[in-house]
């Protein structure tokens, strides 16, 4: 079945421009778009927020309406007397659970707590997992995804238009690796500078090759049919060494 993906690259704004013009702005740029899945970036809104927030309902109300899966970025959560970075994950007008960053990104582990949980989500098109950003610069959490029959990964991210190239790679060999597909979405804002990415895969002759597509006009749009990569994916996965069959001192050294 064809996913249809949209990524929005938002500016950061705090809650009080969010309620007075931000929900708007994003239904005008929605209004025009067909979409089973939208994805924003990580932390666009500048403040920490409770779990309940006007922002979550938003995109409840959002998703009731268009029967659309939405990611809306990552959010700056209070969790208990800390924070954490946090997805919440809304299917069908429903939130079904939050997915915490497990690899706080340097100075963001002075003050947000570490996930120690990857959610994978059944919905009609096929399973999905969240990676938060910096998450993606590390196998695992696509590795696990993937062997877990996951076939999207989405990328809310933060990446200053310096490190595109470097961002860019981490994403389109997180999905190459691993045969599955990788949208990720970026803030827009001058400094971050937008350039968001789909990347999935492909058979060529003997080989694998990734599709990689970019962003215009601040949006950017996907068709991705996960039928196509099912059988590379699978036969990945049956072909992934793990950790070699190596057993406790099979390691030699010189």
Known sequence: MMIRVVGLELDRISLK??????????ESQLKSENYDVLLLPEKWITDPLEAENPVVDFFLDLSRDSGSIIVPGSLSLKNGEGFSNSSPVIIDGRLVSWQHKMNPYRIERE??????ALNIYNTKFGRISVAICYDIDFPYFAKISALNGVVLILNP??????FHREWHMYVESRALENRISMFSVNSSEEIFGGNSIAVWPYSDWIGVRIQTIHSDGKILRAEIDPDSFASIRKSRAEEDPGSYSLKEGSVNYF
């Open 17 to 26: 421009e969010f309620e007075a013009q931000g929900g708007r702005n994003i």
């Open 111 to 116: 003050s947000m707590a570490r996930g120690n």
């Open 157 to 162: 991210s933060l990446i200053p238009a310096q």
